[in-house]
């Protein structure tokens, strides 16, 4: 097995898969619209592992042969290092306010590998099968995608309470062969994945709930998977006006398990409430890490787009636009300082593993989360009202009006075409049905902040603080 190409990458995925949008049966995912321009992002990615200026960024070696870095366990202070720079390298090069393309979404699999003695309590099968798929991406670099997120229904309610048990992904039967699973689960990217990392996240992980603590990784064509894919937000829409909508949809699919199979080889574990109690909030302390590195490029794209804006309009003079970028700047460099701050503080896990200081990242993680709108509101404050009135591509094309459209939209020696390029980004960070569903993301994919809270709260070293305050009160 080696490392896939692009074209590799494409050709892997004409693999039979139940894929359906807009209620339409896709036969080949790599030639509809909807997914083209995330399909193109990614074969970008896989290519770059052969390139001299991103190799090493990209990959590692071992003994003679070239690994995904993607998927290597973080087994020295180096290597957070480098995953920091493998991540950078991608939203520099491909696209900075991209999500999901498989490099935190195998971080929880590290975190099933570091607990060994955990898995092996319940059954030595689970570290084994996670071991050997950690090797296994390694060497092949497939696109690794999740499955966390529940349909939930009653929210009230436990998943085993629900009036119809699949609103929660469950176990239906255990085989001497492997388990069947029904339910569903929402992710991001699982139609131009290969695989999907399967776990539970919500629940009281009381016995009533066992069906429900299960774990597994399954491929994306999978017998008797369907996904069900929401409305591309980008067909027809021409990358003049809206330049990220065009080009990196990142299309959010409903999976539907229709009594899948999935043999022993494959499952994390199966119908063990206890462990998926004990794994949960373990399960973010590499995720983390890129959820930050994201957030920074955002922001760091926040300031870029603000600066330009205000530059071609001869804003920038003024103090009340400066305020306001300088607020996007104080984002972006807190961003930096936490990400920086959590990987020189790393700590080791009992088994030797590396990862980020969890108190400090997981404050990261709140505060990327909570600022994230202001920022975005600080941007539409500085392009002001321009978004709804600036004219389109095609309005360019006409002769007639062309000649209006240059005049009014030129401001000194920047051209209207130029100011208005830059306009339509602005939109497509803060006003577009893009710039909606990455706010959304943003806050909610990580985890609610109530959740990123209570991970800090855990992580956070309280019985330090609260002997210096005891100290002081003379307690």
């Known amino acids: 097995m080696t490392l896939m190409t692009g074209n590799e990458y494409r050709e892997s995925l004409r693999d039979g898969r139940n894929v359906w949008i807009d209620g339409e049966r896709v036969e080949d995912v790599t030639a509809h619209p909807a997914f083209t321009g995330m399909i193109d992002a990614m074969a970008r990615i896989y290519d770059m592992?052969?390139?001299?200026?991103?190799?090493?960024?990209?990959t590692f070696e071992d003994g003679d042969v070239r690994r995904g870095r993607f998927y290597k366990l973080p087994e020295t202070r180096d290597d957070l290092v480098m995953r920091r720079h493998m991540t950078h390298a991608v939203l520099t090069e491909v696209c900075p306010v991209m999500d999901r393309f498989g490099d935190e979404t195998v971080s929880p699999l590290f975190v099933m590998y570091d607990r060994k003695d955990l898995l092996d309590q319940y059954d030595e099968r689970y570290h084994r099968n996670v071991a050997r798929w950690i090797d296994k991406l390694q060497q092949t670099n497939l696109f690794m995608t999740s499955g966390n997120t529940d349909m939930k229904g009653d929210r009230s309610r436990q998943p085993y309470q629900q009036q119809d048990p699949d609103h929660y992904l469950r176990v239906v039967e255990e085989r001497a062969d492997g388990i069947v699973v029904r339910g569903a689960k929402y992710e991001t990217g699982a139609s131009y994945a290969h695989v999907?990392?399967?776990k539970p996240t919500v629940g009281a992980w009381v016995v009533e709930?066992?069906?429900?603590?299960v774990a597994f990784i399954v491929p994306m064509n999978a017998p008797g998977l369907r996904h069900i894919c929401r409305s591309p937000l980008g067909l027809g829409v021409d990358p003049f006006d809206r330049p990220l909508t065009a080009r990196f949809d990142e299309i959010d699919t409903l999976l539907v398990f229709d009594d899948v199979f999935i043999p022993w080889?494959?499952?994390?574990?199966?119908?063990?409430?206890?462990?998926?109690?004990?794994?949960?909030?373990?399960?973010?302390?590499?995720?983390a890490q890129g959820f930050l590195l994201r957030s920074f490029a955002k922001a760091d794209t926040l300031v870029g787009t603000a600066l330009l804006a205000a530059?071609?309009?001869?804003?920038?003079?003024?103090?009340q636009v400066k305020q306001r970028i300088a607020e996007l700047m104080v984002f972006r460099e807190t961003l930096n300082s936490f990400i920086l701050a959590a990987?020189?503080?790393?700590?080791?896990?009992?088994?030797?593993?590396?990862?980020?200081?969890?108190?400090?990242?997981?404050?990261?993680?709140?505060?990327?989360?909570?600022?994230?709108?202001?920022?975005?509101?600080?941007?539409r404050d500085i392009i002001g009202g321009s978004p709804v009135v600036v004219p389109s591509r095609k309005s360019f094309a006409n002769e007639e009006i062309r000649g209006d459209i240059e005049k009014y939209f030129r401001v000194g020696d920047v051209s209207a075409e130029d100011r208005i390029r830059v306009v339509n980004l602005a939109v497509e960070l803060t006003s577009s049905a893009f710039a909606g569903r990455a706010q959304a993301y943003q806050i909610f994919a990580e985890s609610p902040i109530f959740a990123q809270s209570m991970a800090l709260y855990e992580s956070y070293d309280?019985?330090?603080?609260v002997k210096r305050a005891a100290r002081l009160a003379n307690l």
Do not use: C
């Not at 709930?209 to 603590?213: E, G, I, L, S």
């Not at 530059?311 to 103090?319: A, C, D, L, V, Y």
């Open 49 to 58: 592992q052969f390139e001299d200026a991103f190799r090493d960024a990209l």
């Open 196 to 198: 999907a990392f399967v």
């Open 209 to 213: 709930n066992t069906d429900y603590a």
């Open 265 to 287: 080889e494959d499952v994390v574990f199966s119908r063990k409430p206890d462990l998926a109690r004990l794994i949960r909030t373990d399960l973010t302390r590499w995720a």
């Open 311 to 319: 530059e071609q309009t001869r804003t920038i003079t003024i103090p």
């Open 343 to 379: 990987e020189a503080a790393a700590q080791q896990t009992d088994t030797g593993l590396w990862m980020p200081n969890q108190a400090i990242q997981n404050a990261g993680r709140v505060y990327a989360s909570t600022n994230y709108n202001q920022a975005v509101h600080n941007l």
């Open 462 to 465: 309280r019985q330090g603080s």
